[in-house]
């Protein structure tokens, strides 16, 4: 069962709201760094994932984590309400990321009750429309944050119990994500999660793992299909394109925040996993 503190779990809503399709809920390889929350209440649709396509149905809830690339498949008419769900970034680790979740639950009774009162309560965080495009970008992202800020506290307070309550139908099944088979690679990978401001050394890793740096950068390399700096590399740039797209902090704060000390170095290794440098990402997800 998950264990976590509760003063961590800081959960904001960033959209949330009702749409009605038919046949054009078809957007493509959809990746956000915000966490999707459905709730079904006509219809059917599917979403497409690494682990398989999901048939979306009414009466359930469905949960597709933050940095899921996923895409949308619908050929007629589909109800559903969206909740958009950011974990603050000041968060020493990450719910959401650090632990499995189901793809679908069964609802409860007054969950229903629940989401059409988050909406009510939050007008203003419907989206104008329903391609991913036109809300995931950096501009809606920081005014959505920004207007979760000024709300009235009630109103913060209530919102947030209610993100709890449907959150909770999820956490009853969590359990703490293992990547792999081997212990001592998934001890490093619960390590690399949780230091991933830090600088993070091979070396250490590998003496932590009672091994040689050799030896566990080829037991590294078997169980996760990278190598352990291809690994960490990558989750320190999920972590940057989430600074990004969230706030306005200077590029140089974000790397000096990921143990980058070499601006210049941070700048090319994100333009090489990227295709662009950083200013460049922000710059092309400000398109409102």
């Not at 000024?150 to 959150?167: H, N, Q, T, V, Y």
Request: net charge positive; hydrophobic share 35%; glycine share 4%.
């Amino acid at each position: 069962m998950i264990n976590y503190p509760i003063d961590k779990l800081r959960l904001l809503t960033l959209n949330v709201g009702l749409a009605n399709h038919c046949g054009d809920w078809n957007w493509k390889n959809v990746r956000s760094p915000f966490a999707r929350l459905y709730y079904v209440t006509d219809g059917t649709a599917q979403v497409e994932m690494a682990s398989g396509v999901y048939t979306l149905k009414p009466g359930n809830l469905y949960l597709i984590p933050p940095h899921t690339t996923h895409s949308y498949i619908c050929d007629s008419m589909f109800q559903h309400y969206y909740i958009h769900i950011y974990e603050d970034r000041r968060s020493e680790s990450s719910l959401l990321n650090e632990w499995d979740f189901p793809v679908e639950v069964s609802a409860n009774s007054t969950d229903l009750e629940l989401v059409k009162r988050l909406c009510y309560i939050n007008p203003f965080l419907k989206l104008p429309q329903s391609n991913p495009e036109a809300y995931d970008n950096h501009q809606t992202l920081i005014n959505n944050i920004e207007l979760n800020q000024r709300r009235p506290f009630c109103d913060k307070a209530e919102s947030r119990g209610i993100i709890f309550i449907l959150m909770s139908r999820f956490l009853k099944y969590a359990t703490p994500k293992t990547d792999v088979r081997d212990d001592r690679i998934q001890a490093s990978l619960s390590y690399i999660r949780k230091n991933i401001g830090s600088h993070i050394d091979v070396g250490l890793l590998a003496g932590k793992a009672c091994m040689s740096k050799d030896h566990y950068i080829r037991v590294f390399k078997q169980e996760t299909g990278e190598t352990p700096n291809v690994f960490i590399t990558k989750r320190k740039l999920e972590k940057a394109e989430l600074a990004l797209l969230t706030t306005s902090m200077p590029v140089k704060s974000i790397a000096d925040s990921l143990g980058y000390d070499d601006y210049s170095y941070f700048n090319r290794i994100f333009k090489k996993n990227s295709g662009m440098t950083p200013l460049q990402y922000r710059e092309s997800h400000f398109k409102l």
